[in-house]
């Protein structure tokens, strides 16, 4: 598998791309990702709060993950600001930060740019990302315009399967 060389050619393509870029990949302001624990440990030690399905008002993150624009505690108080959601599935990764409102704590919305982007820091879901390997399939992000372009996705398939 040719993962180094796709990861190559991502990198090369997003220092192309993304300065340019108008898309929500990380400023979004309703955004969710899939992480595991190391991931979820920068955010944690950064003073984001990790709250557990089990904690939430009843379906309120799984209503959020449809099209509602809050998550809600069990008090039914929604969540003032970014926090790290722990779901405990078996089949799934443990952990999935929700940005709800208004940032990633991580991203510079002045000056539209990640803070940890160019350090060792950053998660790796945020260095793989729109582009996602699983279970050796390629996933890409239908939010990412140039990378979800036929051509792009076709180099990246011939690039992984070396």
């Known amino acids: 598998m040719g ?3 796709l990861r190559n050619w991502q990198q090369e393509r997003a220092n192309e791309y993304c300065p340019k870029c108008t898309s929500t990949c990380c400023n979004a302001q309703k955004f969710d990702i899939s992480m595991d624990v190391g991931d979820a440990e920068l ?3 950064n003073g984001i709060p990790l709250i557990y399905c089990r904690d939430l008002a009843h379906l309120s993150f799984n209503m959020w993950l449809g099209g509602r624009q809050q998550i809600f505690d069990k008090s039914d108080k929604p969540l ?3 926090a790290i959601i722990r779901r405990e599935h ?6 999935l930060y929700a940005f ?6 991580f991203y510079d919305n002045k000056r539209n740019l990640c803070k940890v982007h160019e350090t060792p820091r950053r998660p790796q879901v945020c260095k793989d990302y729109p582009i996602f390997v699983r279970n050796e399939t390629l996933t890409f992000m239908e939010n990412c315009p140039p990378f979800y372009a036929y051509e792009n996705r076709k180099i990246a398939f011939q690039l992984f399967k070396k």
């Open 90 to 95: 078996p089949f799934e990764r443990d952990f």
């Open 80 to 82: 003032d600001g970014p």
């Open 3 to 5: 993962l180094k060389e």
């Open 100 to 105: 709800n409102p208004p940032y990633c704590p």
């Open 43 to 45: 955010f944690l030690q």
